[in-house]
């Protein structure tokens, strides 16, 4: 028997309910209605519940939340509601909470910036940032709370910064005036505060220039220089300072090409070390090729005539003033392998001419042409006779006279206050023995000698004489003491005169 196609069961059922009466279909749908509503109800019963009948627990959190907000205590009130929420979270109540704890948030944090409580307004921010507060109303607040923050910051590094200016602390680490002043700057270019304070602190840190320029301190001058650049280059007192070094370059210089000419090496690689610390190399001349050039031939005259302490003194001045090593190498390997001299047997013509080369030096120095004319003087005279037989006994006890003759003419000059021959002297025994300790003191001794007679020169008006004896004493010494005392009361004469 085969069964009816289910469109064929369909239509059939269609039709039954067709021929059944009007009132009969009405009471077949209410009942059907009925029955739907009845599963819903089965199915939604639980969600309707606690619709109709909130969790006591819930009410009570709910509660709660609503006095810490009333209350103003926005954490605790967040909390609450979102305890409650965890507990039915599709009661609106409890949302509704939460967004007014975000709203109230939003308020403290706009009273807190009017205050000017910024961390305060910060922490209410943060929670109406994590209760999802409207960005319109959350962004122009967080704008304000960065820019008070950012003040209050400068505020800070402005008085930190103020602090170690008057401590004295201008550049020496980063909590030092300067950098605290740069950090100030990097992010407010146009603060005033901190562009007058990094004024007062450059000011500072160049106050000890003019005292190192007048004892002729080049390196410190040089070293000020760059500290400051570092900083502000174009600060208003360097271009000025600039211009003063420069020109203690250029006597400095003028100095060592003066001491190279008259043969003392030993004086210009001391003016030349000098500009080596405070310059960029290469230095100018006559502080490289010529000053190098003089001590080789320095030194190779020397291991010549046998002056072996005298030639290991001009090496060891050429390594310090920078001559490369493969030119100082076989120099020292001659040295090292160099044999006492042997006095060669001289000819009757050659022993006459050192004879005669000696007695006029011995004339010329009792003349007291010591340095001078030139190739007549006692030092070249006695020069000659040494190249001639450089191991000859009476060269060198010539040269002994000479030098004790030129200490005693040194000491002699002073006591007579003859300082002009007392120069010359002094330069005679550098020639001679330029490797003598006692040439320190005895340059120091001039150089203060100097010095007073500037001071008494000064006292009477004659300005020119006194600036000329800053100048000698500055030749003889540099570093003596009291010179830049007497070199910044020349510097501040021009304007008291003004």
Not at 52 to 58: A, E, G, M, V
Not at 138 to 166: D, F, G
Not at 190 to 207: C, I, M, P, Y
Not at 399 to 415: E, F, S, V, W, Y
Request: glycine content about 6%; overall charge positive; proline content about 7%.
């Amino acid at each position: 028997m085969s069964r009816p196609l289910p469109g064929t069961r369909l239509s059939g059922w269609r039709d039954r309910w067709r021929r059944l009466p009007a009132r009969a279909r009405r009471a077949w749908l209410g009942l059907a209605g009925i029955a739907l509503i009845l599963a819903l109800l089965v199915i939604l019963r639980e969600p309707l519940g606690r619709w109709l009948w909130p969790d006591p627990r819930y009410e009570a959190l709910r509660q709660r939340g609503e006095q810490a907000l009333q209350e103003g205590q926005l954490e605790r009130a967040r909390a609450l509601f979102e305890a409650a929420l965890a507990l039915q979270p599709d009661q609106l109540a409890a949302r509704e909470g939460l967004d007014r704890v975000a709203q109230a948030a939003l308020a403290r944090a706009r009273n807190r910036l009017d205050a000017g409580d910024v961390k305060a307004a910060e922490a209410a921010l943060q929670l109406a940032r994590a209760l999802q507060a409207p960005a319109l109303t959350l962004n122009p607040l967080q704008a304000r709370l960065q820019a008070m923050q950012q003040s209050e910051s400068l505020r800070t590094l402005l008085a930190r910064a103020a602090q170690a200016l008057a401590a004295g602390h201008l550049d020496d680490g980063p909590e030092a005036a300067l950098p605290l002043y740069a950090q100030v700057l990097e992010r407010d270019p146009r603060s005033q505060h901190a562009l007058e304070g990094r004024e007062d602190a450059l000011t500072e840190l160049l106050r000890p220039a003019p005292a190192a320029l007048a004892r002729g301190d080049l390196a410190e001058v040089a070293a000020l220089i760059r500290r400051a650049e570092r900083f502000d280059p174009g600060f208003a007192a360097l271009p000025a300072l600039h211009a003063q070094f420069s020109r203690a370059v250029e006597r400095r210089l003028e100095q060592a090409r003066t001491h190279l000419a008259r043969g003392r090496l030993a004086v210009a690689a001391r003016h030349c070390a000098g500009l080596r610390a405070a310059l960029p190399a290469p230095l100018p001349e006559p502080c490289t090729h010529a000053l190098e050039q003089a001590l080789l031939h320095a030194s190779r005259q020397a291991i010549a005539q046998g002056h072996r302490q005298m030639a290991e003194h001009w090496l060891a001045l050429a390594a310090e003033v920078g001559v490369a090593e493969d030119r100082l190498q076989p120099l020292r390997q001659a040295l090292a392998t160099q044999r006492p001299p042997t006095p060669a047997a001289l000819s009757p013509a050659a022993r006459a001419r050192l004879h005669r080369l000696l007695r006029e030096a011995a004339q010329a120095q009792a003349r007291g042409h010591w340095l001078t004319p030139p190739g007549r003087s006692a030092w070249n005279l006695l020069q000659q006779a040494r190249a001639l037989a450089p191991a000859a006994p009476e060269v060198h006890a010539a040269a002994q006279r000479l030098q004790t003759q030129a200490k005693t003419c040194h000491a002699d000059a002073l006591r007579d206050n003859d300082l002009g021959r007392a120069r010359v002297c002094l330069d005679l025994w550098q020639q001679l023995t330029p490797t003598d300790p006692a040439l320190v003191s005895a340059r120091r001794r001039l150089a203060a000698r100097w010095l007073e007679i500037g001071d008494e020169r000064l006292r009477g008006g004659d300005v020119a004489g006194a600036r000329q004896a800053l100048e000698r004493a500055r030749q003889a010494d540099a570093d003596v003491p009291g010179i830049d005392a007497l070199a910044q009361r020349l510097q501040r004469l021009p304007q008291a005169l003004k």
